[in-house]
């Protein structure tokens, strides 16, 4: 039986992949990006591991329709590591100007965690993920401009609500975050289901 936190982490992959343009790869809405990079933020670098692994088995299921031999797994390998420099990036460019602790309180401090984690951090993979399927083969690169183009606002729209939502449960100082349950995530999870 599948953990509660493991069914939250599939159900949030398919409701991203429902969105996704051809050949599947970049969605408009991807709430993994935002939850590895509060992961990163919340348990530190040594939840790498498990972003690479997670992005690896989404994109394998992509590629589920094609062999599945070593060479098949090269492009879900290249595109989870990606999204692991990317959570890694984004977390050192908060950790490096933003506040310590974490709190998020004014509102100079809440832009700038929202312009680090969202559109500046979301550039990373959202540059290496289109190339490599160029490079592969699986889009020309003629269509490289739109595959950025909806992977970044991808993983951005992932990274403003889900990284929140996980600051929100999982943060220290949790004095600090457990006030902000009712007044943020429920409008972050309902903006994320509008």
């Not at 809405?29 to 919340?42: D, F, H």
């Not at 959202?126 to 909806?150: E, M, Q, R, V």
């Not at 943020?184 to 994320?192: D, I, K, N, Q």
């Amino acid at each position: 039986m599948p953990s509660s936190s493991e069914l939250i982490f599939w159900s949030h992959c398919g409701l991203g992949l429902l969105l996704a343009i051809p050949p599947g790869y970049a969605t408009a809405v991807w709430p993994p990006s935002g939850i590895a990079l509060g992961a990163v933020l919340v348990w530190g670098q040594r939840v790498l591991p498990g972003v690479w692994l997670g992005a690896f088995v989404s994109n394998l299921q992509i590629s589920a329709g094609s062999s599945l031999d070593w060479q098949a797994m090269l492009l879900p390998a290249g595109i989870a590591l990606g999204a692991t420099c990317q959570a890694s990036v984004a977390a050192a460019l908060i950790r490096r100007w933003g506040e310590t602790p974490l709190i998020l309180v004014e509102d100079s401090q809440i832009l700038r965690f929202l312009l680090l984690a969202s559109p500046i951090g979301s550039c990373v993979n959202a540059t290496f993920g289109p190339a490599l399927l160029a490079l592969n083969g699986k889009t020309s690169w003629a269509d490289y401009p739109a595959h950025w183009l909806t992977w970044w606002v991808g993983d951005a729209m992932g990274a403003l609500i889900f990284t929140p939502l996980l600051l929100i449960f999982f943060a220290h100082p949790r004095a600090y975050w457990a006030f902000r349950r009712r007044a943020v995530a429920g409008p972050l999870l309902l903006s994320f289901t509008l």
